[in-house]
T-cell receptor
Framework: GIQVEQSPPDLILQEGANSTLRCNFSDSVNNLQWFHQNPWGQLINLFYIPSGTKQNGRLSATTVATERYSLLYISSSQTTDSGVYFCAVLNQAGTALIFGKGTTLSVSS | DAGITQSPRHKVTETGTPVTLRCHQTENHRYMYWYRQDPGHGLRLIHYSYGVKDTDKGEVSDGYSVSRSKTEDFLLTLESATSSQTSVYFC???????????FGPGTRLTVT
């Protein structure tokens, strides 16, 4: 099955810093999503981005499907950005999201 | 936010007892899913449904059953709970246009 790897596993930032999170996947995909799991455990949809680039405020994402990776950019980080960021791709049967292990982000003031 | 609720939000139960978790959606999405989240394993699919009374197994389905009698409700049942089923359970929904999945708030289940 598809393998999803995220890096780095942990990231510690000062408020205001920028960061880039990476997601590599082992096969072609038709669906890639980025989620933020906040400290209360809620999974929040950030981007649905099987290819191309999208931006939403301080966050943007780029997926290069032909090279099997996606990047999540966080600019001017805030303490509320803390949590775990997951990349997930749809399996080839189209029945389940396959999640990476996540990047844990801690932003301090 | 997608209209997805899960109940209960927290439950403590004893080994061997039956447990049913409920997922309710107001989005009229056709597809519904149950995942569990465990440290070191991330989220893994338990069962999914692609319509009323149409369900199938996921990666970690042993010890679980599901039912879907209405579009808006998807039930997950642990017939006889075990300590290995202590986990956080998430429900998700999607439609068959782009399969973008949206998640409910989760249920934290502890089996003692």
């Amino acid at each position: 099955g598809i393998q999803v790897e995220q890096s780095p596993p942990d990231l510690i930032l000062q408020e205001g810093a920028n960061s880039t999170l990476r997601c590599n996947f082992s096969d072609s995909v038709n669906n890639l999503q980025w989620f933020h799991q906040n400290p209360w455990g809620q999974l929040i949809n950030l981007f649905y981005i099987p290819s191309g680039t999208k931006q939403n405020g301080r966050l943007s994402a780029t997926t290069v499907a032909t090279e099997r990776y996606s990047l999540l950019y966080i600019s001017s980080s805030q303490t509320t950005d803390s949590g775990v960021y997951f990349c997930a791709v749809l399996n080839q049967a189209g029945t389940a999201l396959i999640f990476g292990k996540g990047t844990t982000l801690s932003v301090s003031s | 936010d997608a209209g997805i609720t899960q109940s209960p939000r927290h439950k403590v139960t004893e080994t061997g007892t039956p447990v049913t978790l409920r997922c309710h959606q107001t989005e009229n999405h056709r597809y519904m899913y149950w995942y569990r989240q465990d440290p070191g394993h991330g989220l893994r699919l338990i069962h999914y449904s692609y319509g009323v009374k149409d369900t199938d197994k996921g990666e970690v389905s042993d010890g679980y059953s599901v039912s879907r009698s209405k579009t808006e409700d998807f039930l997950l049942t642990l017939e006889s709970a075990t300590s290995s089923q202590t986990s956080v359970y998430f429900c998700a929904i999607s439609d068959p246009v782009d399969y973008e999945q949206y998640f409910g708030p989760g249920t934290r289940l502890t089996v003692t």
